[in-house]
């Protein structure tokens, strides 16, 4: 199903995947929203689940402001995702619950709040020389 509109979209969070995908409702359809600029910790790999946790525990039942940017190859919905005005990739950034995803990445802050969490050594940056998800995969 094609977006309507780019605009701002306001959706009530169903389902948490893991620690940047979640399931969303609106216009009384269910869509699958991947967040823009960052990636987390696959569900198989360290911090994966507490990765999924920060995320549950920002978003899940609540409403978010969504705001489109396109889709991706797996067909979900790619936003920057704000939950009462806060930037949720930001907050999950800042805890250490996930990495910018460099490829995909356009927001110049992101990588601040990255290093802020590394520097602080929160969340997956407690361990020494976490893997990133995207060289787990491959």
């Known amino acids: 199903m094609p977006l309507l509109s780019t605009a701002q979209i306001n959706a009530l969070v169903t389902r948490v995947i ?10 009384a359809s269910q869509h699958t929203i991947r967040l823009e600029g960052v990636d987390s910790p696959e569900m198989s790999q360290s911090y994966g689940e507490s990765s999924k946790k920060a995320l549950e525990r920002l978003i899940l039942n609540k ?10 190859h797996y067909g979900r919905v790619v936003a ?3 939950y009462r005005y806060l930037d949720v990739g930001e907050v999950l950034l800042k805890e250490g619950a996930c990495w910018v995803y460099p490829k995909y990445n356009d927001n110049p802050q992101y990588p ?3 290093s802020w969490a590394k520097d602080n050594r929160l969340g997956l940056w ?3 020389g976490p893997t990133p998800p995207w060289e787990f995969r491959n």
Do not use: L, R
């Open 18 to 27: 893991d620690g940047d995908t979640f399931e969303a409702t609106w216009n």
């Open 112 to 114: 601040e709040f990255e």
């Open 63 to 72: 409403i978010v402001s969504v705001s489109p940017k396109g889709k991706d």
């Open 80 to 82: 920057t995702v704000y």
């Open 126 to 128: 407690k361990e020494d």
